[in-house]
């Protein structure tokens, strides 16, 4: 199927799925779920030109730049009628949407050389955005440069398939997240989630692959045992009471990798690795193997099933949806500030990214960042392009905690490292 015979913005309201409905009702100005993601080029974007190649993109994935509807006491994505104009920005935007009487959930920008695609967590998870960000970029350059391979050669969206509700058609059984008791939060002198600190890490991915192999890891697993490594330097640096409790990170899975369904809303679950803070847990051959059996017991595919069942189960109470909104907003954010739904980072890895020939010599790097949860001031996100990895921290603390913890380790393993701080723009 050709983008053009996809979905128009005409298209009707789509019914928000558990994940979405979620993100929706538990937002507010301190739990703000925003990502963004940019396409660094080698030369500067022109605003025009991607404003015509948004145009594109957006007939291609309409249920990605939309506005949200209640009606009935329940939330729909319908498509925008006018898409939000890309704006050029003075340095990288700091997550944060454009308002207006119906504001976009997807916006576009440009800053120097980057193509910036920011998107509430409502709309998609990390591989929806890549996959717009990707085809964006695409129709982008295919203008750029008059070569229409550039755009020809990219994925088509999957058909009627990615509106579907991906845990409703998966799920099988019932089971729920293993999370037990406190976890250790990172503190610091609070700043506003506007003034967020960006710092980027470009490593080698193939010495890091390499490192990976000699403890039978991933390399996810790899870089999940350094984040523990320099958290607990962080922890050590505190109180005492503080360094007796767990370290605890919130992974998002990828479930379009683990069950059948290729659905563009978001299809991602969280799993929960940690680690009791003592000095037998804390050296870096025993967090690899721990990280590598409990993401074997977690990702399990009857367990995801199980999970994604109990999570529809949930989101679709017959009372619960009787309920008018502002107290459908107050269950969920209820819940989403209990104890044992705490962690102390949230770490996402998206892989590889795979890109057109065509395409490739013209990207420098793809930087992805999630907005920060209430209590914990970090989100941290991984993607390699080629043969960089590009390890991306956003912190609302004013005192880089875990950054220059993180910049040592990779010096006393001869990992090779560029490092680059952000201040964004306050708008």
């Not at 249920?63 to 898409?83: D, S």
């Not at 967020?196 to 990976?212: I, N």
């Amino acid at each position: 199927m050709t983008g053009e015979a996809c979905l128009s913005r005409t298209a009707p309201p789509l019914a928000l799925n558990p994940a979405a409905a979620m993100f929706a009702l538990g937002r507010s100005a301190e739990r703000r779920y925003l990502i963004r993601m940019s396409a660094v080029l080698h030369e500067p974007v022109e605003p025009g030109l991607l404003q015509a190649a948004l145009e594109r993109t957006a007939r291609r994935y309409p249920y990605f730049f939309v506005c949200l509807n209640a009606e009935g006491g329940r939330l729909a994505a319908v498509p925008a009628v006018a898409l939000p104009p890309v704006r050029r920005k003075r340095a990288p935007c700091c997550l944060s949407l454009r308002g207006g009487p119906a504001p976009c959930e997807a916006q576009v920008s440009c800053c120097g050389s980057a193509i910036c695609l920011e998107y509430s967590h409502v709309v998609s998870d990390g591989a929806g955005g890549l996959a717009v960000l990707t085809d964006l970029t695409g129709g982008y350059l295919a203008l750029k440069y008059g070569d229409a391979r550039m755009a020809e050669e990219l994925p088509a969206p999957p058909g009627p398939e990615w509106t579907a509700d991906g845990y409703r058609a998966c799920g099988r059984g019932l089971s729920g997240a293993r999370r037990r008791g406190p976890v250790y939060r990172l503190a610091g002198t609070p700043e506003h989630p506007s003034r967020a600190r960006l710092t980027r890490f470009r490593l080698p991915a193939g010495q890091l692959r390499r490192l990976a192999q000699e403890q039978g890891v991933s390399v996810t697993g790899y870089v999940a045992a350094l984040l523990f490594l320099g958290i607990r330097q962080v922890q050590l640096a505190g109180p005492a009471q503080a360094q007796r409790r767990k370290i605890r990170l919130s992974v998002p899975v990828n479930l379009r990798t683990r069950l059948s369904c290729r659905t563009l809303q978001n299809f991602s679950l969280n799993v929960y690795p940690e680690v009791n803070p003592d000095a037998d847990s804390m050296a870096l051959p025993a967090l690899c193997d721990g990280f590598r059996r409990y993401m074997r017991w977690a990702l399990e595919p009857g367990r995801l099933a199980g999970r994604c069942r109990a999570y529809s189960l949930a989101a679709g109470l017959h009372a619960c949806r009787l309920l008018p909104l502002s107290f459908q907003q107050r269950l969920v954010r209820g819940a989403l500030d209990a104890p044992s739904a705490g962690s102390t980072l949230t770490f996402s890895s998206l892989g590889a990214l795979s890109l057109p020939p065509q395409m490739r010599p013209y990207i420098d790097e793809i930087p992805v960042f999630f907005s920060a949860r209430p209590g914990s001031p970090y989100s941290c996100a991984m993607l390699t392009l080629g043969d960089t990895l590009c390890l991306t921290l956003l912190r609302t603390v004013r005192e880089p905690l875990l950054e220059e913890r993180l910049e040592q380790l990779f010096a006393d393993l001869r990992i090779s490292c560029r490092k680059a701080v952000t201040v964004p723009d306050w708008e």
